[in-house]
């Protein structure tokens, strides 16, 4: 994969990681509820019953796979960040800096964009101001008076625009040169499943797949296979 599928799949795996949480902090899904009605305290005779509730959800009964899955996961994305990074180290540019730099350029060039849009303005605002003077008995009284305000452009609009100018083709080269490295860099990993499959899909595709070592496989599974080996 390219970097661009391989920045998506980064964070389709923290999107998983993130859901797979989201069940594991779920007391109810991590408990069994056992309740025995006690008749026989009642009844002379009568049988207690016991019923056993679980959590309602489709991975009621799995929380130990569940927990081998957030642990893949993590896996795979500590796997994926090491490729990503050696491919990025292969490139002409330096990637993260060039993209933050180019957003920047791209705030500013907006921002210069706006004070170029500033208009000279001149108007009248009527009664808008309060003055005051002594009337015939020697009081002081207030009155009212028109104000003409001036708005005048302090910068130099050509400067501004020429710099505005500079940023977006700096921008855009820089842009194109970041899309270039994204779509024809090659970053050395296997996705283990389709970056479009749902969290459910994917996680009941784990618990039955039989991967080979090193691909899509139960944490416990190698911890096993590592622990023969051993022995």
Not at 160 to 165: D, P
Not at 196 to 213: L, P, Q, T, V
Request: with cysteine; proline share 2%; aromatic share 8%.
């Amino acid at each position: 994969m390219n970097l661009k599928e391989a920045f998506r799949y980064q964070n389709k795996l923290q999107s998983l990681i993130d859901e797979a949480e989201m069940v594991l902090s779920n007391p109810s899904m991590s408990t069994t509820v056992q309740e025995t009605y006690l008749y026989s305290r009642v009844e002379h005779g009568a049988l207690d019953e016991t019923v056993i509730r679980d959590a309602e959800s489709e991975y009621s009964g799995r929380i130990n796979q569940m927990v081998d899955f957030v642990f893949c996961l993590i896996e795979q994305k500590e796997k994926l960040a090491r490729q990503i990074h050696l491919a990025k180290m292969a490139l002409p540019i330096d990637l993260d800096t060039e993209i933050s730099l180019n957003a920047k350029r791209q705030n500013v060039a907006r921002t210069l964009e706006h004070m170029d849009g500033l208009k000279g303005t001149e108007q009248v605002i009527r009664s808008g101001g309060t003055g005051y003077r002594f009337n015939a008995t020697g009081d002081q009284v207030a009155y009212k008076c028109d104000i003409k305000r001036v708005i005048q452009i302090n910068f130099d609009r050509k400067a501004v625009r020429k710099r505005i100018s500079m940023m977006r083709r700096k921008a855009d080269s820089i842009s194109t040169q970041i899309d270039q490295c994204m779509v024809n860099s090659e970053v050395a990993f296997v996705a283990p499943f389709d970056v479009n499959d749902s969290f459910s899909n994917i996680f009941a595709s784990y618990c039955g797949s039989c991967c080979e070592k090193d691909q899509f496989i139960p944490v416990s599974r190698a911890v096993s296979a590592d622990s023969k080996m051993n022995t």
